[in-house]
């Protein structure tokens, strides 16, 4: 069995500690280096729960990198901490993949074009959780037969950046299959953004809530119907099973691979 050789940045965080534990339990998988500006000096395994890996958070990802040698960086901190991990990973020939939301489509073909100038595949991936993309796939497929849609994304209410990665990611496809939007009537919004954020041309609502964990709901209407469409995430473990899929592919992507979906056979 060929071992895949990993870091991950943001390895003190809500989601990189826990697909950290499930990486550390992965046959396949060997995790070389962890960074964060948090929990420097601790083991990753103690750190999980597990017993000790032998591996401690560091704070300076170059010097991880020329130290363990990795072949991905898998990144869960912040849009702009995980570009600049990006760029770094790309320069020195390590495969970055990404579950960090909030990239701009501006900021993903600036590393699209770093990524074949280097000729380093990578993926960006705003939901690794398989009944998401399900979800995300058939809301797609909704959108041609049912082009007034509203998409009510709801996280637990330390998520800083709103709308959700998926959210906006669930717009885009759905935008790309409306062939006509239909024309709107205005609404008077007797409070500001009582209709929600517009994004490509649909309405789009954000519920941050204690007790929440990740969940998305995308409400088709037609005539003398509704359609929903919904997906629940009860714990962080949803996401270890697509996060080790775009790991084990990567080195087979050519650029930016955007979306877990384009790494499966949907
Ligand atoms: P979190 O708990 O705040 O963890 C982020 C960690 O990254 C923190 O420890 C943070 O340290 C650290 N960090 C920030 N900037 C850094 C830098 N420059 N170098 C090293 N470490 C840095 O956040 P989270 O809940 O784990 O979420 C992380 C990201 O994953 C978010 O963008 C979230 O939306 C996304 N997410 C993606 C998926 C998916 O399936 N793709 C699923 C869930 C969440 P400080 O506290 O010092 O800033």
Do not use: W
């Not at 953004?193 to 789009?204: D, H, I, K, N």
Request: glycine share 10%.
């Amino acid at each position: 069995m060929v071992t895949i050789r990993v870091i991950v940045t943001g390895a003190a965080g809500r989601m990189g500690r826990e697909m950290t534990r499930g990486l550390l339990q992965a046959e396949d998988i060997a995790v070389v280096g962890a960074v964060d500006r948090q929990q420097a000096g601790a083991d990753i395994g103690t750190l999980n729960g597990l017993p000790p890996a032998g591996v401690t958070i560091t704070t300076d990802l170059a010097e991880v990198i020329a130290a363990t040698r990795p072949q991905v960086m898998v990144d869960f901190t912040v849009a702009a901490a995980a570009l600049a991990n990006a760029r770094i990973a790309v320069e020195r020939g390590v495969s970055p993949v990404i579950g960090t939301t909030g990239i701009s489509l501006d900021q993903l073909d600036e590393l699209h074009q770093l990524c074949e100038d280097r000729q380093v595949g990578a993926v960006v991936a705003p939901n690794f959780s398989l009944g998401a993309v399900l979800m995300m796939h058939f809301a797609g497929e909704a959108a041609r037969y049912f082009p007034r849609a509203e998409i009510i994304e709801m996280h637990h209410d330390q998520k800083i950046d709103a709308p959700s990665g998926t959210a906006l990611k669930t717009a885009e496809l759905m935008a790309a299959r409306i062939k006509e939007t239909p024309k709107l009537l205005p609404v008077e919004e007797k409070v500001a953004g009582a209709r929600g954020a517009t994004y490509q041309g649909l309405a789009v609502h954000s519920v941050r809530l204690p007790g929440a964990v990740a969940h998305q709901e995308v409400i088709f209407g037609g005539q003398g119907q509704l359609l929903t469409i919904r997906h629940d995430t009860t714990s962080r473990e949803a996401f270890l099973p697509g996060l080790l899929l775009a790991m084990r592919k990567v080195n087979q992507c050519r650029g930016v691979v955007y979306g877990l979906e384009n790494l499966l056979e949907l």
